[in-house]
């Protein structure tokens, strides 16, 4: 494979810091040398290369932006670009990351008590232990307050019963974050939003099972989950103290659909390198294709997208660390972002013509994942309902709590 040549037409990569091109170049040497070799053929197999983990650890890869408990502690320019240079390899692997670092570890973070984040934080930022987290049911994907995995306060502690579907990692976790409804609290109702709490639920817990889901065309490189509870009986520790409402999980979501917003440019860059290097190669009528004018029209709208794209993240992560980075400019990114990138990858597999299908080009793999990337984390359509509800100041669904 030749190397990548990333697109920076604006040449933004001007404004990293110098431990944000050191960090951009260690991850994106990384993917080319450890994970774009194997990633084909665990694609084929449905699997994902666990071997690896530790090296991601060694890079800083798992909760990039916490601070403390041995996690790297970096601004959100250098967090993001490492989700764009892993999902320049596979969306699959940006989504393992970002479960890990996003989801769980963000949820110890900010909910936990002092002793889960001691227990946890260090050992899941060397990818020695792995998380999952536990929001989407069968019956409440789009309306997360509708879940109804229940956790009933007992003498003991909680006894959780109930199901989680679409969750990454979930069979080679060590501790899952499960959102449920509490029940038997006294002064809480069971049916608000106030009941939803966190809970840690560790793997080999009785009653706690977790299925890996089969048949998907798409994220085939990456694990994904049925997790079921019968009556597991958890010890009042497992409760995530500082968890209240849906809030909570929502803001986890937040962390992780902004490094969406940064992982889905890489996915688009390496669709427009790969269909640059093609057309400038593959001849047609005793000339490049890339020579003409439907082609280059096609290179240059993915390249004016993906520059838009960046421009659109660059400053995301400047309101993300300034504090003011708002659920609803999140919402814009993750969905701007998705769209360009699933455009840029249907348009490369168009240039590559026949070829395009075969899984030693990447873009096809790209465009298959992305479609995932389009549904999960709040589909387009609820985003685009997120910004019409800021835009008008009304909801034109059923407000969350």
Not at 92 to 118: C, N, P, Y
Not at 184 to 196: L, N, R, T, W, Y
Not at 289 to 314: D, G, H, P, W
Request: with cysteine; hydrophobic share 40%.
């Amino acid at each position: 494979m030749s190397e990548f040549e990333a697109a920076d037409f604006y040449q933004l990569d001007e404004l990293l810091t110098a431990q944000e091109r050191e960090i951009r170049d260690r991850v994106r040497h990384w993917v080319d040398e450890r994970f774009l070799p194997v990633v084909v053929q665990h694609y084929r197999a449905g699997t994902f290369p666990r071997e690896l983990v530790p090296e991601l650890g060694a890079l800083q890869i798992f909760g990039p932006a916490i601070k403390g408990h041995g996690c790297a502690g970096l601004g959100s320019v250098a967090a993001g670009v490492m989700m764009r240079e892993l999902e320049r390899g596979d969306s699959g692997l940006r989504t393992f990351a970002s479960v890990q670092g996003s989801l769980a570890m963000t949820a110890i973070d900010l909910f936990g008590s002092e002793e889960q984040k001691q227990r946890w934080l260090p050992a899941m930022a060397e990818g020695r232990k792995l998380g999952c987290f536990g929001l989407t049911e069968p019956e409440a994907g789009s309306d997360p307050g509708g879940l109804r995995c229940r956790a009933h306060k007992t003498s003991e502690g909680y006894r959780l019963s109930g199901a989680k579907k679409w969750i990454g990692n979930g069979t080679i976790a060590d501790v899952a974050v499960v959102w449920a409804k509490i029940e038997g609290d006294p002064g809480v109702e069971p049916e608000s939003s106030d009941a939803i709490r966190g809970f840690l639920v560790e793997k080999g817990t009785p009653g706690f099972r977790a299925t890996l889901m089969e048949g998907k065309l798409s994220l085939r490189a990456a694990l994904t989950a049925e997790l079921s509870f019968d009556n597991c009986q958890l010890s009042a520790e497992a409760l995530l103290p500082k968890s209240k409402g849906l809030r909570s999980p929502l803001s986890c979501l937040n962390h992780a659909r902004y490094g969406i917003a940064w992982g889905t440019v890489g996915a688009a860059m390496a669709c427009y390198d790969e269909a640059r290097r093609y057309t400038l190669g593959r001849v047609q009528f005793n000339r490049p294709i890339a020579s003409f004018q439907l082609v280059q029209a096609k290179l240059a709208r993915m390249l004016t997208e993906i520059t838009k794209a960046q421009l659109l993240i660059f400053r995301l992560a400047q309101l993300k660390d300034a504090g003011a980075a708002r659920p609803y400019h999140i919402s814009m990114a993750k969905l701007n972002n998705v769209e360009i990138a699933l455009d840029a990858a249907r348009t490369a597999r168009d240039i590559l013509g026949g070829v395009g299908i075969l899984d030693e080009y990447q873009s096809f793999r790209h465009m298959c994942n992305l479609e995932s990337v389009k549904t999960y984390e709040g589909t387009q359509d609820i985003h685009l309902l997120i910004l019409g509800q800021h835009i008008t100041g009304i909801a034109a669904f059923e407000p969350a709590g």
